[in-house]
């Protein structure tokens, strides 16, 4: 088992009264599991994913992640596991403005002190595998939406996550591209990366390995 | 990972082009000053380094019922003290005794001269480039140079050995050399001789008694001396011999380190203010810095939490800012140095070398300025880096990529305190600058008691070679000048305005026994009808009445007071202590301003002396009909340098003369000015980065209100308004302190303006007119936008 979420509560105080964003959530993911989450807007997709990134905290519950209890870590060593393990793609991509195509995706490795040769041999593999390599010298802003969107994959994947984190990945993109992004997806679950993405769409949920249907911060067993 | 956050650091610098170079100018400016101040002071400060021991040297300070006072001292006071005094180890007369030509191989110089004991060197033990100090001065015919002066008549050898003629007659051997000296020590040195070369000179003998003060001495203690016993032991020795100690008040010890200040009161403001301009301009550039920076963190909260998503550190987030504002401020600092280096210095040795002395940049001495500034760049960078960024780094990664900000409270009030305080600083020296301007002008306007506008001054004592030849040529120029149809009225005088010497003496009434102690000049007939400076009682000379041998006397109305004469009738004067029947008093002139306006007139005494005496008086005033100065200027100066003479004849006009007395000041006013200016430009400079921010963030809003028919003055307005409050509440803080220290300092003039409502206003004007311009051009720039392209762009 990959990740294990017993009885999350997460909730914001308004007005005195607390608004529940993740109520009695509980979830298990093994690894090598493909999970599309869905559910109508505003159900708290983007919510949970955060909780499971360990970027965002919960009120209650208990989380176990590879068998560490995160709900007992500290905020450094959560950091930490999130550095090592997640990699997080945005629907809105943010791509960093000011890098190019290359310094975008190499940016992670940067941040792990790896030597540059090394780096290097990373970036180049992941650019090539990505189909990318004439676009390295590009800014985001020259490319189209999908193929930023492949930049922002191949960033998240230069680590070698153990888990893909991706928060409606395809939603500014149209359904070709989404397609092509999909698959990706299916070929990277075949190759062993767990992936969570939250979709609105029933196609691109159909490409995972199992759905949860998120409502009001809980799972709808229907 | 260093080498990205450069890379990075500089793309950003790049990318808000307008904003680095807004900061590059305003630093580059603002740190040049801040060096150049510093180094001013710092030259200041270190100007006396070379010399040993200088705790443990002192001098005298004599202090005089009425409140006056000097370094002078009276001569025999000196050997007594080093003889009886337990606190005395060493001590040396150091004064003038007019400035000796030197020869060398054919070719004449004549150096600033001092005249020293041989114990000179115990006191001060300076350094020597060549020589030995312990005998320097002990031989009676020896003189010692400074590194200077020895340069500019031997070159660059060892000159110890060589012989030198002074004055003509005298075989001086060269002992020593001094090590190079600062401008700004507390030494004037260029020729040292010992004063025992002065025993054979009746006119010095006579004048080595108790009641004479006419040299300073330098006295080295013990260590761990009691000043107080020294006091009383001084005084004693006075009480036993002085005969004049009713006007005396108190001999005080003062210390050596202070003198410079106690000579030229003006150099403490100088010194302090420049470190508070130096202080005030670092303080504006930074607050600019962190308004700047932390605007710019609002627009950079998305960047920082997906940093932080790819694995970023906060830390490395900081470091990566520290960088970017590395780069600008250690920039500025290399460009600062060459502005520093190519004009500031230049300009510094322009203003206060004529009265300073010049002073140069010196890697390998001065380099404790270079590490200040690179300690200062450091800090600076830190201080703006790390706190606007402390607050970002910490704003949770969910929050920061939506760019939701609700949780950072735009806090404004350490910004619009800081630029308050900002623009109160400018405000302030405005102010300071607008005052002390009308100071001058004050001075410089001010009826003074004479006439100064067309007068010619020329410079007369010029050793001549030949007296007897040069007074025949001066006796055809006063004789081609009175015949002159142009030339209104010609006179000889030792001093003119703005040029009295200090030499007091205490004369008194030989009936009523009352004493006054007054500065005395010589001069012709005509002095002071050329000056037409108006008699009041009496008369004025007459080449007809009076006789040079009588001494007759014209003193000003001060000295009548003074002495409590209702009338001059009879009155006579006489040194002091001398049983001559004294010097008849034949008029009395109105007060006129022959010093700077901010002295007080003092009791003043001109006494008559014969026109033609060429090598007895200094100056030759003419007073010329207007529109005919150069024709009467080429006339003197083609007789002068027709004369063999080893001074060069200088020639100048009165006016500038008097004007030239305020120099110093206005080099001040000068430092303040530009201080101002900078003041004022580094912080509308902070502020049109902030409103171009603003601007910049409401580009929305601002489309939307001009969609709903707002109009471009009422943008303007919405934009600007609340920098241009926070400049108002500036001048109501500046204006109370622009009053208080001005007033202070206005006090020390003996003739002073008042400080009125309009000074205030107009700089309270100047400020708010150009922090209006500087928002209004930027504000104006958003408020035209075509509404329809500002809607769209977000
Ligand atoms: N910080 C917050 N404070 C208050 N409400 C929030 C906060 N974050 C999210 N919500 C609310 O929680 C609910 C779930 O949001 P989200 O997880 O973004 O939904 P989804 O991604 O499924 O569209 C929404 O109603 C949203 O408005
Ligand atoms: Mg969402």
Known sequence: ?222 | MLKNHFKISIRNLWKNKTLSLLNLIGLSIGISSVLTLLFSVYAYYTADEYIPEKDKIVYLKTILKDGNNYREVPYPLLDQLVENSTEVVAGTHMHGWGNIWLEFEGRDFQKETSYANPEFFEVFELPLKYGDAKTALKEKYSVVLTNKVSQQIFGDINPVGKTLIGADTLNLKVTGVIEPISPYSSFRLGVLLPNTILEDNPIFKAQTNWSNSFSPIFLKLRANADITKLENQVDQLLKANYDDIATIADIKVMSFEAMRTNAIPVVDIIITSSIAAAFFILFIILVNLLNLNTSTMFSRTKTIAVRKVLGSTKRSLIIQYCIENGILVFTSILLSGFLFLSINLPRLNDTFGPEFGQISFDFLEDYPVVIGIILIGILSTLLVSVFPSLRFVKIPVTMGIKGKLQHIKHNFIWRNSFIILQFSIAILCISIAIILNTQIGYMKNADLGFQRENILVGHIDLDYKNIDVAQSKFNALLNTLESSPYVKSVSTSQSIPSDYYFNYSTYSDPVQNTDVRMRRSYADDSYLKTLEVPIIKGRHFDRNLDKADDHPAIINEAALKAFGWESIEGKRMKFKGNEESGYPIVGVVKDFHYQDLQNAVEPLVHIFRDRKRLEAHRFLTVRVQEGHEAAIENILTSTFNSIDSRKTYVQSRLADKVSGQYLLIEGILQTVSITAILAIFISSLGLFGLISFSAKRKVKEIGVRKVLGSSVSNIVILLSKDYIILVGIATLIAFPIAWYTMNLWLDSFAYSITIKWWMFGLAAFIALAITSLTLGLRAIRSAMANPVDSLKAE
């Open chain 1, 1 to 222: 088992m990959l990740l294990e979420l017993n009885h999350i509560y997460k909730w914001v105080k308004s007005g005195g009264r607390r608004v529940f964003l993740l109520n009695d959530l509980s979830l298990k993911i093994d690894e090598g599991e493909f999970l599309s989450l869905m559910g109508p807007s505003g159900s708290g997709k983007s919510t949970l994913l955060n909780v499971i990134s360990m970027l965002d905290a919960f009120e209650e519950g208990e989380y176990y992640f590879d068998s560490e209890a995160v709900h007992d870590l500290s905020s450094k060593r959560k950091t930490g596991i999130f550095n090592e393990n997640i990699g997080f793609i945005f629907q809105a991509y943010h791509l960093l403005d000011d890098l190019t195509v290359y310094e975008n995706i190499e940016t992670p490795l940067l941040y792990k002190k790896i030597k540059s040769s090394e780096r290097k041999a990373l970036v180049a593999d992941m650019l090539d595998r990505f189909n990318i390599v004439g676009k390295k010298d590009l800014f985001p802003h020259q490319l189209s939406g999908g193929q930023q969107q492949l930049v922002g994959i191949a960033r998240a994947l230069i680590i070698k996550p153990k888990l893909i984190l991706a928060d409606e990945p395809t939603g500014n993109l149209n359904s070709a591209q989404s397609d092509d992004i999909m698959g990706l997806f299916k070929k990277l679950n075949q190759e062993g990366v767990t992936i969570i993405q939250a979709t609105h769409s029933e196609s691109n949920a159909g490409y995972g390995t199992r759905i949860v249907n998120l409502l009001d911060g809980s799972i709808n067993k229907n």
